[in-house]
């Protein structure tokens, strides 16, 4: 029997892998990646606070290295506050609606303001 050449398949690169976005927040949870240089992709909890990952590497050898630290800060959602101006007023009267003492938590900015009159209930 003659041998047959083959053609050798190319490795492939490994996926990224992705977190659960409920284990993202949970403490003490480890997110194994797929291979050396690689990144994985987690989502942030829906509570504002402040997130310290760390990631620790070992080589072919066994040895791991001292721990590496990353922080993020989630923020908390803006707070709306809303005056009128004068609190009654005549039929066809003007009003004037300020959003000025709105605030959002730091590092956010307030980008928009949508006034809107809400239906009589």
């Known amino acids: 029997m003659a041998n047959t050449p083959t053609t050798p398949t190319p490795p492939t690169a ?3 892998a992705t977190a659960a976005p409920a284990a993202a927040a949970a403490p003490g949870i480890t997110f194994p990646a797929p291979g050396p ?3 994985i992709t ?3 909890p829906t509570t504002a606070g ?3 990952f760390q990631l620790i590497v070992t080589d072919n ?3 791991t290295s001292a721990p590496a630290t990353a922080t993020v800060t989630v923020q908390g959602a803006p707070t709306a506050e809303l005056t009128a101006t004068p609190a009654a007023v005549k039929p066809g009267g ?3 609606l300020s959003g ?8 956010g900015t307030l980008t928009t303001f949508a006034f809107s009159l809400k239906p009589a209930s």
């Open 50 to 52: 402040t997130l310290t």
């Open 100 to 107: 000025a003492s709105s605030t959002a938590m730091a590092p």
């Open 42 to 44: 987690v989502t942030a």
């Open 37 to 39: 240089g690689s990144s």
């Open 94 to 96: 003007t009003i004037t």
């Open 61 to 63: 050898l066994g040895q």
């Open 14 to 16: 490994a996926p990224a």
